[in-house]
């Protein structure tokens, strides 16, 4: 039998159970599932030894590899990051329950109630990288809107992995879990994520974590239903009537903060009125913070030892210390360049223009517009919603920051005493 | 050039088109798109001849090669079916506004802002079967959700669609429709069809309108988002607390009313404590109205003259006037016969059972359950929602009736002055 074959054999199968868990876990009761939840944080930190161990061998893997120290501070677990993922669990099991809730009712006039409940999608399957806190998180997220998971995590974070689903196993399943419901896939291969995009009515969705990759092979081979998530090439307009001093704060903030994640700024466009003044400060202190610069032939006139930016370069979700840099001559060529370049994601407008201020909100095209703060702040936790699954950059059923109501489903059920269609 | 070759420049210049006419539609009030709704059906009414001219080449085509009487009813225009398309346009026209509400918004504690606004899809894609009417309900729809269409009907109808995109583009134009907003695809090859499920980025849902084979077809080929609508294998549970009476209305109803249309039911299953009471009485109904019926060993038992139903018939959509029936020992039975052949569409339990309605309810994971009525009532104009694009048998974006809501995605704005995060 082939790798291919085998790895088909084991999705279809953990995808079947999964299926099967679901039903049982869409009606288990919300403390029911709470309980599930904290039994796991506590199982988490009493295994923490035994979870550092099998992280110690990814690590050890990883290292021989060479790869990259972020990459292995991404993958490495400590014992405050166990506690971390711990209380991420109880956290989830705090918030409010999202099921059973009526998002509308209403009753015809030959009176029929119909009501649209609020019911779990049944199994969300995630396709993730090296960072094994994920496996925690989407389990707590699924178990607690009443789904079951299928986890196809990376090669590189196979052991730690593992490790975490069995102590949330056995720990959820002590605790009421029902049986099947947490499927961790154990062939790491590309061909087993493949199958996970093709188990049509047995995934009800499915959400790709990770890099433009990823993210495109996923929407190009999966005929299950995908939600696309992540890819930030995020912009910043500097408008003519800009406050400058505030420009200069939020621009440093949205590249410096955390330049490795989807919501740091990418590119920066500037008005021509507002460029003389404003680039060569913000430039100095961008590359006192050790950014590199690339930008249009204004932009290298007014600041010297720019790089010269390409079309590649407006395209590009840097993740990194890199700010592309473009002079522009109105709101409509910074909305042209935002729509032609963009991802959807994040976008932002310094402006004390009202009209300008709203004309950007309107046309901009992305899950997220600001006027006059940083685009870091697109997040299901900085925005309140206690947890994220991921932000979509596509427009179908969730748009931005994804938590526990874009994990469910609205289901109508309609009560009759015998009326039929005339 | 191959012909192939020709249907992707004519299917990506056109969903180009959209794409730049759908930023310009929906920045369009409420009342200038209701305009332009109105003036397109005053210009239906005014060309009646001509779309009925154009009708007439449609069908006799379709005569020529032998079409069944069912489907060149379905082509066929006549100046009643004209009226009736300008109707549903004035219709929709005095619908309430999706657009612009704030789904949600509320401050955080930094002092952002953050609303929750409905906006426009962009480009909503339509590949539909033989009936000219689609092309006028998913323009008069796409239009007032602020939308652009792209609109790929059946060579059956391209005579009609042609005329009735003439019309409607005209007299939007005039009416000031942004030009490019409506376009209808001429090739109407499947090269055409799949070009279309290919335009990531410039399609933002397509939404598949027909049988079992061409949704199929879309799941399978599409990268962009789609909508799957539609195949209903529909099921009425006899349950043994049913009173029979409604029972028999119910079955009779969703049977006779309207057989080829996919909230109809598909399949009977019944109580075997009440099989035998039931199943001859309801038989001779069906029977006597034309009704072939297909059961299984008890059944047949019960009827005499009953054809056997295979595993085939539990899986089909008859959309005729074909049923199959099951006699099943529990409720559990029932739900589980339903999760494993239907569709996920519409499922009816009759019973004066509480518990037994409730678990119905709960446990059968189909876009609409009912108790105690017709499953034909799965309607967007029987439910009030005054139009209907389709019925979602999916569960992301829109389950169940789609109308001009599930045309809509929130988009967050975020209003600050000079926020960074911490």
Redesign the interface.
Known sequence: MALDDRSYEEVRTKAELAKKAS?QVA?LSAKERNNILLAQADALLAATDKILEANRLDVARAKEKGATSAFVDRLSLSEQRVRDMATGLVQVADLPDPLGVALRK?R?PNG?D?A?IR?P??VVAVIYEGRPNVTVDVTGLCIKSGNAAVLRGSSDAIESNKALVDVLTEAGEAAGCPHGAIQLIHSVSRESARHLMRM?GLV??LIPRGGAGLISTV??NS?V???ETGIGNCHIYVDAMA?LA?AS??V???KL?RPGVCNAVETLLVHSSVAEQFLPTICASLREAGVELRGCPRTRALVEGVAEATDEDWQTEYLDLILAIRVVDSLDEAIEHI?RYGSHHSDAIVTQDYDA?RRF???V??????????T???DGF???FGAEIGIST????A??PMALPELT?????????????G
């Open positions: 039903k009606r209403w015809l029929l119909i649209q019911v999608l049944g049509t009800d969705v929407v190009e005929t239903p995908v939600i406050d505030k704060k939020i440093l903030n949205a903060q729509e201020a909100a309107d046309e095209d992305s899950a997220a517009v600001y006027v006059n703060a940083s870091r702040f697109t900085e925005w309140g596509q427009k179908l059923h748009r931005g489903t609205g289901k109508y059920v309609v009560l009759g005493d015998g009326q039929v269609r």
